[in-house]
C-alpha cells in the first residue's frame, strides 16, 4: 500500500509540471538504462528546464534505488518461500514417518492381541472341555454306582424279606407243632386222669376237649419226662394234679416264649421296613443328586455357548478397532496447511509495484 502511495504521489506531482513548449516523451519504469527515445530535430538541450531535468533525474534516480529495493525484497521473498516449502515437505515427510511407524506399531499390537485372543480361547476351550469331560465321567461314575446299590439294595431286600418270611413260616409251623403237641399231651392226661378218676369213683370225669385231628408232634425232653412218671400208681393222685399243674405251667410259659420271639420277630421287621424306607430315601437323593449332576452339565454348556459368542464379539470388535485406526491414520498422512506457514508466506506484489505509471504531461 506505501509503494502504491509512492506510484500515485510521483504521478500528481509528475503532471501538475508543465513542460514549456515541447512534450517531454514518457520512460518506462522497469527500464534502468538510459532513455532511448531522442529529442525531436528541432528541439535543442538549451531548450529544457535545467530544473526539470534535475527534478526528472532525482526521479529517475529514485526510482532506479527502489526497484533495486523491490528486487532484493522479491529475491529474499523467494527464497523464504523455498525456505518454507522446504519445511513444509520435510514437515510433511515427519508427519508420515511417524504415521508409518504408528501405523507399523498398531500393526504389531493387533498381531499381539490376536496371539493373546488365540491363546485366551484356546485355553478356554481346554479348560471347558476338561471341566465338561470331568461331569460327565463324574454322571457316568454316579449312574455306575447309583446302579450297583440300586442292586445291592434289591437284592439286600429280597434276601431280607426271605429270611423273614422263612423265619415267619418256621415260627408258625413251630408255634402250630408245639401247640397241637401240648393240646394232645393236655387230652391224654386228662383222659388218663379221668378214667382213673371213674375207676375209682372219686372225682367226677371231666368233659372231652374236641380238637381237631393232628399229625403226631415230637414232644420237648422237659413234656416226655413228665408224661413218663408212673401213672398206675392210684395211690398218688396228688402227684398227678402236681404233674397236671406243672405241665400247664410248662406249656403257658413256652406260649409266652414263643409270643416273645413273635413280637421279637415283628419288630424286626419293622426294623427291616424303617431301613428299606431310608435306602428308598437314599435312592432319591441319589436320583435328585443325578438331577443335579444333569443341570451342572446344562449350565457349564450355556457357560461354554457364552464364552463362544463372547469371544467372536471380541473379535469383530478388534478388526472394526483395527479398521478404525487405518482410516485415521490413512485420513492424517496428507495434512492441512498449517495456519502459520500460511501466515508467514510473502504477500503477492502488486502489478502498480512492479510497473509503475508512465509519466503524464
Known amino acids: 500500500s506505501s509503494s502504491g502511495g509512492l506510484s500515485q504521489d510521483m504521478a500528481e506531482r509528475v503532471s501538475g509540471i508543465k513542460l514549456p513548449k515541447h512534450d517531454v516523451p514518457t520512460s518506462s519504469a522497469t527500464d534502468t538504462s538510459e532513455n532511448t527515445s531522442e529529442p525531436e530535430p528541432d528541439m535543442s538541450e538549451s531548450d529544457l528546464d535545467p530544473a526539470y531535468v534535475r527534478h526528472l533525474k532525482r526521479e529517475l ?51 499381539d492381541l490376536a496371539r493373546q485372543v488365540e491363546m485366551e480361547e484356546e485355553m478356554i476351550t481346554n479348560k471347558l472341555t476338561k471341566k465338561l469331560e470331568k461331569v460327565k465321567q463324574e454322571k457316568v461314575n454316579l449312574e455306575n454306582l447309583l446302579e450297583q446299590e440300586q442292586e445291592y439294595i434289591v437284592n439286600k431286600l429280597q434276601k431280607q424279606l426271605s429270611a423273614v418270611l422263612d423265619e415267619k413260616r418256621a415260627l408258625e409251623n413251630q408255634l402250630r407243632d408245639n401247640t397241637s403237641t401240648i393240646l394232645q399231651t393236655l387230652q391224654e392226661h386228662l383222659e388218663q386222669w379221668r378214667v382213673h378218676s371213674s375207676e375209682t369213683g372219686q372225682l367226677p370225669p371231666s368233659p372231652r376237649i374236641a380238637l381237631s385231628p393232628s399229625p403226631a408232634p415230637t414232644l420237648s425232653p422237659r413234656s416226655s419226662a413228665l408224661l413218663l412218671l408212673p401213672s398206675n400208681d392210684l395211690d398218688h393222685e396228688n402227684s398227678d394234679v402236681q404233674r397236671t399243674h406243672l405241665l400247664v405251667n410248662h406249656l403257658a410259659q413256652e406260649i409266652d416264649k414263643l409270643g416273645e420271639q413273635q413280637e421279637q420277630y415283628r419288630r424286626d421287621c419293622e426294623k427291616q421296613q424303617e431301613e428299606n424306607e431310608r435306602l428308598r430315601e437314599e435312592l432319591g437323593r441319589l436320583q435328585l443328586d443325578n ?71
Open 61 to 111: 534516480e529514485r526510482m532506479t534505488y527502489k526497484n533495486t529495493h523491490l528486487n532484493a525484497q522479491l529475491k529474499r521473498q523467494i527464497k523464504l518461500n523455498e525456505q518454507l516449502q522446504l519445511q513444509a515437505e520435510q514437515e510433511e515427510e515427519y508427519l508420515t514417518n511417524k504415521l508409518m511407524k504408528r501405523l507399523t506399531v498398531l500393526k504389531h499390537e493387533k498381531e
Open 291 to 361: 438331577s443335579g449332576l444333569l443341570h451342572r452339565i446344562a449350565r457349564e454348556r450355556e457357560i461354554r455357548e457364552a464364552a463362544q459368542s463372547e469371544k467372536a464379539r471380541l473379535e469383530t470388535e478388534r478388526e472394526l478397532d483395527s479398521e478404525r485406526a487405518f482410516n485415521s491414520a490413512s485420513s492424517r498422512s496428507t495434512p492441512a496447511s498449517s495456519p502459520m506457514l500460511t501466515a508467514t508466506m510473502a504477500p503477492a506484489l502488486s502489478p502498480r509495484l512492479i510497473m509503475p505509471a508512465p509519466l503524464l504531461s
